[in-house]
């Protein structure tokens, strides 16, 4: 047999192989879900409608037409502003209610895509209220000692982005994350902080120039930065503020003197914290907290109704923790008490858990217990209501309205064991926990928002020693 004819039947059997592995990739089916969310525009009788309809359930019998708002993933089908209508069984079966015409609502479907072709069914409701899933998508493969994490718009584009704050005791460069809206993030360029002691990065405004920048706190030797963004994700330190010398843990943001600027609040360990007045252009003129002898988390809320700013002081190191009231000029002379006289505090979240209008507190007090401590409207913090006394040790504490039936949810990072989402009942006084996370390293910090575009509240988990990663949102497993 000629060299020729040996290679033109190699070619064959190559070009058979590859025919037939296209065949079977065409004829692999994959399963996946969408979330949508859509506003009704109307909902008639198949046999009334004139028109192509996308069947998605069983012997269907009615026209189900929606502008989609979002959808999660990407799919063609469903972009948003388009106009897509369903054939569905029952609207009462679907909805479990009267259906309400512009109103919107979250659905899920399912897409199978077989030799090349799209089916969708499954068609449902996803309701308020009750327990959800969560999927977890890693950020990062490497293990470094992170402590943080914030959300925000950078680049102007409209989509959460995600900053990784790193450090804690040792100098390492903390990371940006640009988002896409639909769950994909990209690294962003390098901060100016470089490799710092971090342990915080709040985002505000803070010279008015509509942008967000960034507020670090970190420990000593290092400067306690202010990075300032050009609306691109392009960030440049703009100032400092406080003492180089502060063992800072956490600096919070917001308006503590009514000038509209946003202030800080920083939370220093084994020393006073402090309140540090931003004047616009990044000098700050600090004041300390009376007998604030440790902290490590603090947070500035509203807690007494009069419209001005308090500041939440979490004792860190066996000691009394308190709320701050401003009178609204930036002074904090009067204090209340809240929480076990002799507590180490690292944990805590403000947010209006039982619904009565009036921001709560919640806290994990170490070797104590996990607490709800409820505010009467006026700033006095009490009954209190025990909801957990867990094993590990708790180090972080967010609140988030996961289910999105009007009372937020408790989620809690532990050190080597899983988080766990305390699932609110509605009441503020009974909760259900759920774990996440595979229980490796401290899980120090936590933010959340809408990371995917499908209108529900998803998370990013910072932690020490072990991969930070995005847990997004999803409707209970059956």
Known sequence: MSKVLVKLNIAIVLLTLGLVAACAAQSRS????????ATVQDVVLLTHFSGKAIPVDFDPRFALTVRIESVSPAAGNFTVGAVVVFAIHSPSLLFGEEVKKEKTYDFSVQREIEHGKTEYFGLKVEKAGG??????????TVSETSANASIGDFNGDGNPDIVLVKGRHWQVPSRIFFGDGKGHFTPGPALPSKATKSYSGSLADMTKSGHLDMVLSNDEPDPKLILLNDGKGNFTVGGTYGDPQWSTRNAAVGDLNGDGYPDVAVANRGMTSYVCLNDGKLHFDCHPLRDSSSAATVVIADMNGDGANDVIYACRDSCQSVVYFNDGKGNFDRKVAWGPPDSSTRAMAIADFDGDGHLDIAACHEDLGCFVYF???????????????????PYSMIAADLNRD???EILVGYVEAPGV???????????????????KGAIYGMATGDLDGDGWPDLVVARSDAPCFVMFNRPPKI
């Open 375 to 393: 505010n009467d409207g006026k700033g006095n913090l009490g009954p209190s209501l025990r909801f957990d006394t867990p094993k590990a040790v």
């Open 131 to 140: 327990l959800r899933s969560l999927e977890i998508v890693p950020l990062e």
């Open 421 to 439: 989402v305390y699932f609110n009942d509605g009441t503020g006084r009974k909760y259900q926990p759920m774990p996440f996370g595979d229980g």
């Open 30 to 37: 994959t399963i996946d879900e969408l979330h949508i969310r």
């Open 406 to 408: 009007g009372r937020p």
